[in-house]
């Protein structure tokens, strides 16, 4: 049972291009949701938590949808900095603590001149 | 600007024997964690630690892995007896009281053979 999924890609784009990833999480349970930014043998780094009214950050829109239990993740205008791959993450935040997070296998995004 | 720090930043070592995997986290953070990532794989949760003691652990965190706090500023995995599917990079990472984001280290690329 997978509890984040992702569609692996790699979505390979001109410069330019906009480029939408999807990921769906088994847990209803869920309670906090990210969107992590890994480049090559590197560490993830958030690049943005994901809120049920949306919310957007220049050219990165994210959506979640509780009842669908559905994160989407839209960049506009891609850059060949863009160039990564994208983990969706939830996290389960148990009690008082933070809980673990849960990483979906990444999408990989490659952003061509 | 601060950050989770992490030594060595690569590992070899002998099937059965013992390492440590050494963590400086931020020095406010309170919330500490190790997750790990085998190549090619997704990023996977081991344990998370608070108030000196462990708050949370996975599947993957057997008998054969501890958790220690030794002073005011690391955080340290030990691996027991290293088997050669213990292959993987490992992330220390911590957060803050009531902040659910939680910031990596750059790893530590430990190979077993």
């Known amino acids: 049972r997978k509890e984040v999924e992702q569609d692996p890609g790699p979505f390979n784009v001109p410069e330019g291009a906009t480029v939408a990833f999807n990921c769906t999480y088994s847990?209803?349970?869920?309670?906090?949701f990210f969107w992590y930014r890994q480049d090559c043998r590197k560490e993830p780094k958030l690049l943005m938590s994901?809120?049920?009214s949306g919310n957007e950050d220049g050219r990165f829109t994210a959506q979640l949808n509780r009842a669908s239990q559905y994160i989407s993740l839209l960049i506009r205008d891609s850059k060949l900095s863009d160039s990564a791959t994208y983990l969706c993450?939830?996290?389960?935040?148990?009690?008082?603590?933070?809980?673990?997070?849960?990483f979906g296998k990444g999408t990989k995004l490659s952003v061509k001149p | 600007e601060p950050e989770v720090t992490q030594t060595p930043s690569h590992q070899v070592t002998q099937m059965g024997q013992e390492v440590i995997l050494r963590c400086v986290p931020i020095?406010?953070?309170?919330?500490f964690y190790w997750y790990r990532q085998i190549l090619g794989q997704k990023v996977e949760f081991l344990v998370s630690?608070?108030?000196?003691?462990?708050?949370?652990k996975s599947e993957i965190f057997d008998d054969q892995f501890s958790v220690e706090r030794p002073d005011g500023s690391n955080f340290t995995l030990k691996i027991r007896s290293t088997k050669l599917e213990d292959s993987a990079m490992y992330f220390c990472?911590?957060?803050?009281?009531?902040?659910?984001?939680?910031?990596f280290g750059q790893g530590t690329r430990l190979t077993v053979v």
């Open positions: 990472a911590s957060g803050s009281e009531g902040d659910s984001e939680a910031f």
């Open positions: 847990n209803s349970a869920s309670q906090s």
């Open positions: 994901v809120y049920s």
């Open positions: 993450v939830v996290n389960m935040n148990y009690g008082g603590s933070q809980g673990n997070l849960i």
């Open positions: 020095s406010n953070h309170l919330y």
């Open positions: 630690f608070y108030n000196n003691e462990i708050s949370e």
